[in-house]
């Protein structure tokens, strides 16, 4: 592995999974390569004796699709290993080199991202490209997503060769969909309600992310019976040669309507569920009203969740939730209601226009967009340890800093361009003016 790769500690701020997802996402996307080391080493064991830290399945899922994708070379791609190199190729042919049980193995492929793709076609017209990965656990198809998301959006997929004289043609891109097998609601993971009624209308709404539906095909659980669940992501990446725009997150606007989603075993439990959140919702806030997009039996006595999302007049949404894993006994159905309801009420009383889940998940769009973007963090910029992490690995990996209103100026990164080599032109101009300043001297 190159000595010069971009080296990240991965005991820094948070500790844990996210520090490596964001560094696997730009790293993919610029073909800047990354060493972590002491990977999730702030996560405790589940279990007594068991090792702390380490790559589990759900990350190691991502790591190797992503280094499939980029037909990265790599060092430490196992499950548990505690450190990572990853070196994406360039997309020209070359010969890649993996860790096997200690022993390098080099294999000639072609670098193309196409790899892990299959292509569907309508008669001769290319109409999606597909994609699977599989899980033997329930580890989060969440945040599986949320390591391979950035580079599903702006790594070029377009439809016809850059020879094509047509612009509109050669920059269109080709609908995606991935499947990914794993857990749909798991604990401290994002859920797939989070994600279809949080991040989904934010990424689409707010954004400008052309399109993003998901599809449940079964869910898939972490509490009682381990089960696994699938889900198909749909999306359309950017278009080649666009680069998304700069954002302001600051004009939250007044409350306007609730979003209660239920997941609970039995229509009894269910309709006691409800009503304790409703009655505590309408406490704080008598005049809101309320829907109720998800009323589901989990057919299991300790599988419940609750999801309620506050959305506002300017389209923002925040997001609070519970996934109780324990026996369901009387005093269970309001103390989980109580716990999303004050939890969301205090997101509300800080004003900001993004829930303390969904801060840390911008900042990869905040790195790549073009020009000066702000997340207003609410009052007195509350940050999170996730976010404050990320902010760390963007400023580690592409220089971007952030500022104490939570600012940043990204790269402005273009669908298609060759990252490295602006890399190196940046770094031979700085190297030119300083010479320039000497000679001056």
Not at 15 to 28: E, T
Not at 54 to 62: R, T
Request: glycine letters at 8%; charged letters at 25%; aromatic letters at 6%.
């Amino acid at each position: 592995m190159p000595p010069d790769a971009i080296t990240l500690d991965g005991r820094t701020l948070e500790g844990g999974g996210q520090l490596l997802r964001l560094a696997l996402s730009l790293s993919a996307l610029t073909y800047l390569p990354i060493h972590v080391w002491d990977i999730r080493a702030n996560r405790a064991p589940r279990k007594p004796n068991q090792p702390t830290g380490g790559l589990k399945p759900a990350h190691l899922a991502a790591v190797e699709w992503l280094a499939k994708a980029t037909q990265a070379e790599t060092q430490g791609m196992t499950k548990g290993s505690s450190e990572l190199h990853f070196k994406p190729l360039p997309r020209e042919s070359g010969a890649t080199t993996h860790e096997v049980k200690g022993r390098l193995v080099e294999q000639t492929t072609k670098a193309t991202p196409r790899s892990v793709w299959q292509e569907i076609y309508e008669g001769d017209r290319l109409s999606r490209r597909e994609t699977r990965i599989s899980l033997s656990s329930p580890g989060s198809v969440c945040l599986i997503l949320q390591a391979i998301l950035p580079y599903l959006l702006f790594h070029p997929l377009s439809t016809v060769p850059e020879a094509a004289q047509d612009r509109e043609i050669q920059t269109a891109s080709v609908p995606v969909r991935v499947t990914i097998e794993g857990g749909t609601n798991v604990s401290k993971s994002p859920s797939i309600e989070y994600v279809n009624q949080v991040l989904i209308p934010l990424l689409v709404e707010k954004l400008g992310i052309p399109m993003m539906t998901t599809e449940i095909i079964k869910r898939g659980w972490s509490s009682g019976r381990a089960d696994i669940g699938a889900v198909q992501f749909n999306l359309r990446p950017l278009a080649n040669g666009s680069k998304l725009s700069k954002f302001d997150f600051c004009d939250r606007g007044e409350l306007t309507r609730m979003h209660v989603s239920i997941l609970a075993p039995g229509p009894s439990v269910r309709k006691s569920l409800r009503e304790k959140a409703t009655e505590k919702i309408l406490t704080l806030h008598p005049e809101i009203d309320i829907e109720y997009p998800i009323d589901e039996d989990t057919g299991n006595g300790v599988r419940l969740y609750l999801l309620i999302v506050a959305e506002t007049s300017t389209g923002y949404r925040l997001g609070r939730d519970c996934l109780w894993d324990r026996k369901i006994n009387s005093s269970t159905l309001d103390r989980v209601a109580t716990i999303v309801t004050k939890d969301l009420e205090e997101e509300l009383t800080r004003g900001s226009c993004m829930d303390e889940y969904m801060q840390d998940q911008l900042i990869v769009f905040q790195t790549l967009a073009e020009g000066r973007s702000k997340i207003d963090s609410g009052k007195n910029a509350h940050v999170t340890l996730h976010t404050q992490t990320a902010r760390w690995v963007a400023e580690q990996i592409l220089g971007i800093a952030f500022d104490e209103q939570g600012s940043c100026t990204g790269c402005g990164f273009q669908v298609g361009e060759y990252f490295m080599e602006r890399s190196s032109r940046e770094v031979e101009e700085e190297s030119v003016a300083k010479l320039e300043q000497l000679s001056i001297k």
